[in-house]
């Protein structure tokens, strides 16, 4: 699992997280986290970064971008 929290255009925060899952027989499904039950733990680490994140729809595109300026 790797991903960011970043403020989004109506100053809220909004975790874009992408997994990786392993399934019984060895194979193994990944995209986008939507929604999870975790039983009975998870453990996550969080790192900081030196600037406070914010997210920008690029209307060209369409699609919501971290601004790095």
Excluded at 6 to 23: K, M, P, T, W, Y
Excluded at 24 to 36: F, P
Excluded at 45 to 63: A, G, Q, Y
Aim: charged letters at 25%; proline letters at 3%; zero cysteines.
């Amino acid at each position: 699992m790797v991903g960011d929290i970043a403020e989004n255009e109506r100053n809220e925060s909004d975790l874009h997280v992408h997994i990786v899952l392993g399934r019984y027989d060895g194979s193994t499904q990944g995209g986008h986290l939507m929604k999870a039950i975790v039983r009975p733990t998870l453990g996550i680490i969080l790192s900081e970064t030196p600037t406070h994140l914010k997210r920008h729809m690029h209307k060209d595109i369409n699609v919501a971008l971290i601004d790095i300026s």
